[in-house]
């Protein structure tokens, strides 16, 4: 009887733990703290460029695809690059059809 109390009191306890550490953690290390043993900061990162300004600067977004394909860049801009381009393309395809 002893022992199943305490089997009982240990797994109270180490239930009341975990969900304490759930509890606190947001508190004790905040989301945008880095991890401990790093010790440059994050650069604070800018909103990525859209589709609208790809489609007025074609080399640029030509340039991202490229730089995104060898993994020197990362992150939306890749998609809206690569959107901004193969709505370009799609466009002239479309005009050469038409006969513009």
Known sequence: MTQGKTVTIVLVALIVGLGAGFVL??????????????????PAMTEPRGTQYFRAQLDEARDIVEKCQTGAVRGEECATAETAIVEAEGKERFGKFMGN
Do not use: E, T, Y
Request: hydrophobic share 55%.
């Open 25 to 42: 953690r947001p508190i004790i290390l905040p989301a945008g703290q880095a991890a401990a043993g790093v010790s440059a900061p994050i």
